[in-house]
């Protein structure tokens, strides 16, 4: 038996209305389109326009193969709209059975308001250094009641691109028209019911269509264009549906990592490591795995090395040979070992464990990976003296355990690296959310979600064992992408007694039995780092989670 729906707070009547009309390819021009009526005015529709032209962190999530744009040039001018109206005037004379119609237009001319223009130049930055420079000119015109933006592309040298090119198209425009019912439609709140909804204008998306080179047919581009479009429209229905409704908070990324640095060495080494993707032995996805592992390299080193850096002057070359010395990290939950095995093959000395091996294990070993099948007692669980940093990458079941796990350490306390992904609370059972006040990052303060309140658990179980919390949204390819990076509060250093722990675990907790603790021991030494005599576990109700960590494909 599946899950059941937990029910969402949201609106979802507002999306539901969403049903574009295709139209169809025009031989004469070479133009198709979707047209869809919408519930939200002009003004709406403008703001979120402007954000598409002005953001650059938008660009990728609208054009994914560019990370961003550089502007080149921009121009304002407004002239006065004339709204002209032609009125028809008819009259009738004659007598008995002949008659004569005769007609007039009144012609009416009056002053409605300015039309705004705005022309943007600005050159796409790819996100692979073979793809080619693109310089894209957005056309931005807005008045009282029609608004419409005309984006076409061209090479850097002004000659036009050959195709194919992303969209395969040369040119492509949003069109927002206000429709006549505009007029007598009620104020859209949050609370508005379906049957209320009024459209009081329509979109369109229209795109002139290159024709498809040979390559581009082989590589099976022309069935996902139509979804480019689709997906194109359905965004800036969304994003103006939200503002609509309150607002978009954007996601605070980049917090810890800069941006730029983090493309940078995330393109460095997805090129590195692509051979991965053919050689995968798992029968998980490799396209998902790999390069989201590949992605938390890049941020994690990134992260150490700002960490370790001496200055913010400090070159790279120097920033990485400190970080290189000071990180010896343990994968809790290691999973498929993947992310071990890349931080090993980065310079950096740690160790993954996990209650089963993987098949592909054997792969990262031979190339020196050191990953341990354990079984852990996590409440008296103690780190091997040296380990400066706890990851918990989609631990599972561990990830509520890592906070107090890190005060257990013969040396100073480690540095943390949470990544939430199953809502799992201290006794291995699936979550049931409390009411919690702890702070979560400001996208997510008005949200009800389960999510929410998993991330403000495992939060205040960091903050109760004294560590500081910070969080950063991590450009993975996951939509559980908010992280914990955790550092140990001042004066907190002295680890917390086993039976503090088991309290706070509380009377139901139960433990995993101590099972192969030597092999950790041995790994430590086997990365300079003394081992720790595991604490003593006292007497505890039958082991769990051991069943549940079966079913952890990672």
């Given at each position: 038996?599946?899950?059941?729906?937990?029910?969402?707070?949201?609106?979802?009547?507002?999306?539901?209305?969403?049903?574009?009309?295709?139209?169809?390819?025009?031989?004469?021009?070479?133009?198709?389109?979707?047209?869809?009526?919408?519930?939200?005015?002009?003004?709406?529709?403008?703001?979120?326009?402007?954000?598409?032209?002005?953001?650059?962190?938008?660009?990728?999530?609208?054009?994914?193969?560019?990370?961003?744009?550089?502007?080149?040039?921009?121009?304002?001018?407004?002239?006065?709209?004339?709204?002209?109206?032609?009125?028809?005037?008819?009259?009738?004379?004659?007598?008995?059975?002949?008659?004569?119609?005769?007609?007039?237009?009144?012609?009416?001319?009056?002053?409605?308001?300015?039309?705004?223009?705005?022309?943007?130049e600005r050159r796409l930055l790819p996100k692979g250094e073979w793809q080619p420079a693109v310089v894209e000119r957005i056309t931005w015109t807005l008045?009282?009641?029609?608004?419409?933006?005309?984006?076409?592309?061209?090479?850097?040298?002004?000659?036009?691109?050959?195709?194919?090119?992303?969209?395969?198209?040369?040119?492509?425009?949003?069109?927002?028209?206000?429709?006549?019912?505009?007029?007598?439609?009620?104020?859209?709140?949050?609370?508005?019911?379906?049957?209320?909804?009024?459209?009081?204008?329509?979109?369109?998306?229209?795109?002139?269509?290159?024709?498809?080179?040979?390559?581009?047919?082989?590589?099976?581009?022309?069935?996902?264009?139509?979804?480019?479009?689709?997906?194109?429209?359905?965004?800036?229905?969304?994003?103006?549906?939200?503002?609509?409704?309150?607002?978009?908070?954007?996601?605070?990324?980049?917090?810890?990592?800069?941006?730029?640095?983090?493309?940078?060495?995330?393109?460095?080494?997805?090129?590195?490591y692509a051979y991965l993707l053919t050689t995968w032995t798992e029968k998980t996805d490799p396209q998902k795995y790999v390069y989201e592992d590949v992605?938390?390299?890049?941020?994690?080193?990134?992260?150490?090395?700002?960490?370790?850096?001496?200055?913010?002057?400090?070159?790279?070359?120097?920033?990485?040979?400190?970080?290189?010395?000071?990180?010896?990290?343990?994968?809790?939950?290691?999973?498929?070992?993947?992310?071990?095995?890349?931080?090993?093959?980065?310079?950096?000395?740690?160790?993954?464990?996990?209650?089963?091996?993987?098949?592909?294990?054997?792969?990262?070993?031979?190339?020196?990976?050191?990953?341990?099948?354990?079984?852990?007692?996590?409440?008296?669980?103690?780190?091997?003296?040296?380990?400066?940093?706890?990851?918990?990458?989609?631990?599972?079941?561990?990830?509520?355990?890592?906070?107090?796990?890190?005060?257990?350490?013969?040396?100073?306390?480690?540095?943390?690296?949470?990544?939430?992904?199953?809502?799992?609370?201290?006794?291995?059972?699936?979550?049931?959310?409390?009411?919690?006040?702890?702070?979560?990052?400001?996208?997510?303060?008005?949200?009800?979600?389960?999510?929410?309140?998993?991330?403000?658990?495992?939060?205040?179980?960091?903050?109760?064992?004294?560590?500081?919390?910070?969080?950063?949204?991590?450009?993975?390819?996951?939509?559980?992408?908010?992280?914990?990076?955790?550092?140990?509060?001042?004066?907190?250093?002295?680890?917390?007694?086993?039976?503090?722990?088991?309290?706070?675990?509380?009377?139901?907790?139960?433990?995993?039995?101590?099972?192969k603790q030597q092999q950790l021991v041995g790994a430590a030494k086997a990365d300079g780092l003394e081992a720790a005599a595991p604490a003593e576990a006292?007497?505890?109700?039958?082991?769990?989670?051991?069943?549940?960590?079966?079913?952890?494909?990672?």
């Amino acid at each position: 038996m599946g899950k059941r729906k937990q029910p969402k707070d949201r609106v979802d009547h507002f999306f539901t209305l969403y049903n574009p009309t295709e139209i169809a390819l025009d031989p004469a021009t070479g133009i198709e389109a979707l047209e869809q009526d919408v519930v939200f005015p002009m003004a709406t529709f403008a703001r979120n326009i402007e954000r598409w032209i002005t953001d650059p962190a938008l660009t990728p999530i609208v054009y994914p193969p560019f990370r961003g744009f550089e502007p080149l040039s921009k121009t304002t001018t407004t002239a006065t709209t004339m709204d002209v109206t032609m009125t028809d005037t008819s009259s009738t004379t004659g007598t008995g059975k002949s008659t004569t119609t005769s007609r007039a237009a009144a012609t009416t001319t009056s002053t409605t308001g300015q039309s705004t223009t705005t022309v943007v130049e600005r050159r796409l930055l790819p996100k692979g250094e073979w793809q080619p420079a693109v310089v894209e000119r957005i056309t931005w015109t807005l008045d009282p009641t029609l608004g419409t933006a005309q984006f076409t592309f061209h090479a850097v040298d002004r000659t036009p691109l050959p195709a194919p090119t992303y969209f395969q198209v040369s040119e492509f425009s949003l069109t927002y028209t206000t429709l006549p019912s505009a007029a007598a439609a009620p104020e859209i709140t949050p609370t508005t019911r379906a049957e209320d909804l009024v459209p009081v204008g329509r979109t369109r998306l229209s795109w002139c269509t290159l024709p498809i080179s040979p390559e581009a047919a082989k590589l099976g581009h022309e069935p996902t264009r139509a979804k480019v479009w689709h997906t194109m429209l359905q965004r800036a229905y969304k994003w103006s549906v939200h503002d609509l409704l309150g607002g978009y908070t954007p996601v605070n990324k980049d917090v810890l990592v800069a941006k730029p640095a983090y493309s940078a060495r995330y393109a460095q080494l997805k090129k590195k490591y692509a051979y991965l993707l053919t050689t995968w032995t798992e029968k998980t996805d490799p396209q998902k795995y790999v390069y989201e592992d590949v992605a938390l390299a890049s941020y994690l080193t990134l992260l150490w090395e700002r960490h370790y850096s001496p200055s913010e002057k400090t070159d790279e070359d120097t920033a990485r040979a400190s970080a290189r010395a000071n990180v010896h990290f343990a994968d809790l939950g290691a999973g498929n070992g993947l992310l071990t095995y890349l931080l090993h093959k980065e310079g950096y000395r740690g160790f993954g464990v996990d209650i089963r091996a993987r098949k592909i294990w054997p792969r990262w070993q031979e190339e020196g990976a050191s990953l341990i099948e354990s079984t852990l007692d996590l409440p008296t669980y103690t780190l091997p003296p040296g380990v400066t940093w706890v990851l918990g990458n989609h631990a599972d079941e561990l990830c509520p355990w890592i906070a107090s796990i890190g005060t257990r350490s013969a040396g100073p306390r480690p540095n943390l690296f949470i990544l939430p992904c199953c809502f799992y609370n201290q006794d291995g059972n699936l979550f049931a959310a409390p009411a919690s006040t702890f702070p979560v990052p400001p996208h997510l303060e008005k949200a009800g979600s389960r999510y929410k309140r998993y991330l403000q658990y495992i939060g205040e179980l960091c903050d109760r064992n004294g560590f500081e919390v910070t969080y950063d949204a991590l450009r993975i390819p996951s939509t559980k992408n908010l992280a914990l990076i955790c550092t140990p509060r001042a004066g907190a250093e002295a680890a917390i007694p086993t039976s503090t722990v088991v309290a706070q675990a509380g009377p139901a907790a139960t433990t995993r039995p101590v099972e192969k603790q030597q092999q950790l021991v041995g790994a430590a030494k086997a990365d300079g780092l003394e081992a720790a005599a595991p604490a003593e576990a006292p007497a505890r109700p039958a082991p769990v989670h051991a069943a549940a960590a079966e079913r952890t494909s990672r």
